[in-house]
């Protein structure tokens, strides 16, 4: 079986630790991504600019997987407090196309850097 990493450009780079994504015959599994900006800084703002920050740089890694969002089979949304879930999903409703992949959303104990926000997806390749 033939597996290929990919690393989009647009994203801030952490190839010393992941790869954006992991392409295999017929998926690809994309890293969860965290509200930071191509630089890796953090964008400013609250969760629903952070979930677009997310869902972007997913984007971005779709793109460079060759793949888009109307391929994605699942996503899973960590978040830091739950009280963040309906702000998150009015911007996840109006970016994600529809029909919406399975999905799955916690509230995590930590996320990286403490933020708040961490989305990742699986996708067909």
């Known amino acids: 079986m033939s597996v290929e990493r990919i690393n989009s450009e647009k994203n801030s780079q952490f190839t010393r630790i992941l790869s954006h994504a992991t392409k295999v015959p017929g998926l690809i599994f994309l890293s ?7 630089t890796g800084k953090l964008v400013e703002g609250g969760i629903k600019e952070h979930t677009a920050q997310c869902l972007n740089n997913l984007g971005n890694v779709l793109e460079a ?59 067909a390749a």
């Open 32 to 38: 969860g991504q965290t509200p930071v900006d191509g």
């Open 65 to 123: 997987s060759g793949s888009s969002w109307d391929k994605v089979l699942k996503v899973n949304v960590y978040l830091k407090n739950m009280d963040d879930f309906s702000a998150m999903n009015e911007v996840y409703e109006k970016i994600i196309p529809s029909p919406k992949p399975a999905r799955t959303c916690i509230q995590a104990g930590k996320l990286p850097f403490d933020v708040d926000v961490e989305i990742e997806a699986i996708a």
